[in-house]
């Protein structure tokens, strides 16, 4: 059979699979090596007492007849209101919120509405997926672009210079615009002006943003938005998705959420939200209902304690890395408000830094020029890791860069 000319488009490997790859080999050649990855955004400390205990009631409710459940289509109504009241003040009916296996499983699914002909345009640096998952659906069709840089893709440099929000005015006309904050992988956070800018300027392009909120618990500075729903006209324009992968812990579980706003139209006047609906019906059969308990945990008062505690636990992390990497004089943002850190090495080539560090450190991180063109002389640092693992990785990077 002729292979499905998308795939033939996807011009690089996934990112993380090939760093698996470059961690593979280096392990096989040096058996000794004690590895410390601060590279996947993978979360790795145990889920908190209560959330837990909510999944194995969950489990435990499944094996009696009176608490089985099983298909649950968009979600329960009750993890739906409750994230309704948590996150949005109540804004939001449980119609315009949809519960999902997670936020980048939604990513995909969201391409599915707009299809192959949608202008689309991406934060650059971004998480992958929203390019890749775009040239999957035909975004990027007869594309010339080469190692995964597609020229039917509008990339919006994140400099230093722009301190990392971009400039607006080459957003498409009627397409999409991929928009994630706090942001994977510059950890910069965009404030109320930015976010009314980014809204303004879908608004006059008629097109609509798919707002990435994936890691909006991790803002501790109360004038940062944690979601695009605080900004007004967001919700003719904007669709959110957001997580509880790196709020719970909940990366191996899976769930999480999207919003379609109910007055959200197409030029034609039909509803967003109806076609979201008919969608997920089609080619998705609903959060697993032990998950959907775990949320519901995470979501009362002492929910809420576990998820400020886990968020926090990473946040010392990302301070721990931040303060070794700038005691070297390393430029780097992020790691405030969010879980990564952004470390510029000016004038390399990142795959470089990261294989030297790799050599030097046994510390796996990421190439910023996996993320897009404008990631290239940048590492991203995350800081998912055991406290002990970080503070090794600290002092290797301080022993061999000082
Ligand atoms: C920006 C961003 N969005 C979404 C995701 C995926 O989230 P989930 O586990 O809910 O699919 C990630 C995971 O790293 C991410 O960095």
């Not at 597609?150 to 990392?164: G, K, Q």
């Not at 994936?214 to 967001?234: F, H, N, Q, T, V």
């Not at 400020?308 to 992390?317: A, E, H, K, P």
Request: aromatic share 10%; hydrophobic share 40%.
């Amino acid at each position: 059979m002729r292979r499905n000319s998308c795939m033939v488009n996807i011009r690089a490997g996934y990112l993380f699979p090939e760093i698996a790859k470059r961690r593979r080999e280096y392990a096989a050649a040096h058996p000794d090596a004690k590895i410390i990855s601060l590279g996947i955004g993978n979360t790795t400390e145990a889920i908190l007492p209560h959330i837990n205990a909510g999944l194995v009631e969950g489990a435990r409710r499944l094996g009696t007849q009176e608490g089985y459940s099983g298909y649950q289509d968009e979600g329960l109504q009750e993890l739906r209101e409750k994230i309704a009241a948590v996150f949005y003040g109540g804004k939001f009916s449980a119609q315009e919120i949809f519960i999902s296996d997670g936020a980048k499983c939604d990513i995909g699914r969201l391409q599915l509405l707009f299809g192959a002909g949608t202008p689309v345009a991406v934060q650059d640096p971004s998480y992958p997926v929203y390019v890749d998952g775009s040239v999957l659906i035909g975004a990027a069709d007869g594309a010339s672009g080469s190692a995964g840089i597609y020229d039917r893709i509008v990339y919006l440099p994140c400099t230093v210079e722009n301190v990392f929000f971009p400039e607006l005015s080459r957003i498409p006309s009627k397409g999409l615009v991929y928009f994630c904050s706090p942001n994977n992988p510059t950890g910069a956070v965009a404030n109320r002006e930015q976010l009314a800018a980014l809204v303004k300027a879908a608004i006059s392009k008629s097109s609509i943003i798919i707002f990435d909120a994936a890691y909006s618990e991790y803002i501790r500075d109360p004038a940062l938005p944690k979601s695009i729903y605080e900004i007004e006209g967001a919700r003719e324009c904007a669709i959110e998705v957001n997580s509880f992968s790196k709020s719970a812990g909940f990366t191996g579980v899976r769930l999480g959420w999207s919003i379609v706003p109910a007055e959200m139209k197409y030029e034609s006047g039909e509803s967003v939200n109806a076609d979201w609906h008919r969608i997920c019906s089609t080619v998705f059969n609903g959060a697993s209902n032990i998950a959907q308990a775990g949320g519901l945990a995470a979501l009362d008062s002492e929910g809420q304690k576990e998820i400020r505690s886990l968020t926090g636990f990473y946040l010392g992390n990302a301070q721990l890395i931040r303060n070794a990497l700038q005691s070297l004089g390393i430029f780097c943002v992020g790691g405030d408000n969010s879980p990564y850190i952004w470390a510029q090495f000016p004038g390399r080539d990142s795959w470089e830094v990261f294989s030297e560090i790799l050599e030097k450190c046994q510390v796996i991180t990421t190439p910023g020029a996996g993320f897009g063109p404008a990631g290239g002389g940048f590492i991203r640092f995350s800081a998912f890791g055991h406290r002990a693992d970080i503070e090794e990785a600290c002092q290797r990077l301080r022993i061999t860069f000082q």
